[in-house]
């Protein structure tokens, strides 16, 4: 099992997770969970780059914290991910679930992010491609200016949503991150339906917009902050944090047309 060096060495890191996993070891439980810390913090500063005045970092830390004791101890060695993999996933999942529970997205806004969806959907209909910023600000009777504001407002929420909610709808069967990591032991059956919903989610990533698609790429797959693929694009922070919330937007408004093969 790989991990990266952070106290412990490889071998070392190794020898704690077989005294954990096959003896129950506590000390090796607590020195695998300290190796890893680092991910928690790492973790929460990309899930949300900016706070309502009702949350502390601390906060998410500590709900991140949750996410990687429980990866510790459901974490299956044999499995042909590496742990770091698994571990942000459900650290990710963690902090995500604390702020739903903290419902720190005002109705208005998710209100709005309704609107938006529809949109994009009806206005992609329509012209058979995905619709640029302009055409949806005329839509929406908007000045561009007045749309890009709309999306900043509307990003809290969809800087979550992509992980939230990647396949589904209300009432739904649910797809996270933490799901699409492959498990060599999954039953046939099960395995069936993942292979489904990763090439449901893959083909409504290449709808996007290539911008939009490398903004996702690299902020969900590569971990990179809003500042790093700005860099990368050579566009400000906040054209990023645009191309993000147009990306998930119309990614939530194609899931949608799926949701009936996610089921139970």
Known sequence: MEGKSRGMSGPELAAAWRRYKEHGDAAARDAIINQYAYLVKITAGRVVGSLPPTL?????????VVGLIKAVDQFDVRRQVKFETYAIALIRGAIL???REQDWVPRSIRERVKVLEKTYLALETSLGRP???HEVARELNMTLDEFNKLLMDTGRTTLISLDDLLVGSEGSERLHLADVIH??????AAEVEMREMKRTLAAAIDRLPERERMVIA???YEGLTFKEIGKILRISESRVYQLHTQAVIRLRGYLQRDTALFRG
């Open 97 to 99: 679930e604390m702020l």
């Open 131 to 133: 619709p640029t910023e």
């Open 218 to 220: 690299l902020y969900y």
């Open 183 to 188: 498990d060599e032991n999954a039953a046939p």
């Open 56 to 64: 502390e970092r601390d906060d998410l830390v500590s709900a991140g």
